[in-house]
């Protein structure tokens, strides 16, 4: 079964200054996609950055980026300037490739909290 | 705007009652699922649908059900609620192939069985 584990359960950040969250997963899939999902006090789940397992290069979002290491099982995000409205619980989260049913599978999540 | 709606954002029940949980999707996706978040246990999948009518277990299926009789709602069923089935529930779809394709979350709903 795929396992995801995020670490840290509460990360604080000065604004305008870089943070990074941790993430790591086991698989023994070759073909997957690993996401990092941005939950505000809206409840709203959205969608901040996504890397498809075969691509080599790190997926880039404006001020997110993420640093994917196959061979380690690694997947951090990167916030560079951050800001206030960037405070949320942040999930990374994995998915199958190809023609399967898609269901994600979730780290336990990162507070993140933006202080001006 | 394409959503995905759930019925209620905060529902409080009684221990034993038959509790239904509504999801609706207007993107025409094939894929829905039900999610079950709790602190420090990140989001966890109860159940999901790949075709009306058809349904697979997730990983903490036992004290519910799904319903799936329409391609655009997805209904999860407490039959019979207890105070550890308290939690945030979210609703996703997303369509065939979803991790290349995304996914689209509900706003959650809120239980709390008393």
């Known amino acids: 079964a795929q396992t995801v584990t995020q670490s840290q359960p509460e990360m604080s950040v000065q604004e305008a200054e870089t943070v990074t969250l941790s993430c790591t997963y086991d698989t023994s899939e070759s073909n997957y996609y690993l996401f990092w999902y941005k939950q505000p006090p809206s409840r709203q789940m959205i969608l901040v950055i996504r890397?498809?397992?075969?691509?080599?290069q790190n997926a880039t979002e404006n001020r997110f980026s993420v640093n994917f290491q196959k061979a380690a099982k690694s997947f951090s995000l990167k916030i560079s300037d951050s800001q206030l409205g960037d405070t949320a619980m942040y999930f990374c989260?994995?998915?199958?490739?190809?023609?399967?049913?898609?269901?994600?599978?979730f780290g336990q999540g990162t507070i993140l909290t933006v202080h001006p | 705007d394409v959503k995905v709606t759930q019925s209620s954002r905060y529902l409080v029940k009684r221990t034993g009652e038959k509790v239904f949980l509504e999801c609706v999707q207007d993107m025409d996706h094939e894929n829905m699922f039900w999610y079950r978040q709790d602190p420090g246990l990140g989001l966890r999948l109860i159940y999901f649908?790949?075709?009306?009518?058809?349904?697979e277990k997730g990983d903490i299926p036992e004290g519910y059900s799904v319903s799936r009789e329409k391609k655009e709602r997805f209904s999860l069923i407490l039959e019979s609620a207890s105070t550890n089935q308290t939690s945030m529930y979210l609703c996703a779809s997303s369509s065939r192939g979803g991790g290349s394709r995304g996914y689209t979350f509900g706003s959650g709903t809120r239980l709390t069985v008393v």
């Open positions: 649908s790949y075709d009306v009518k058809m349904k």
């Open positions: 989260a994995w998915a199958a490739g190809g023609t399967s049913y898609g269901k994600l599978t």
């Open positions: 890397q498809e397992a075969y691509k080599q």
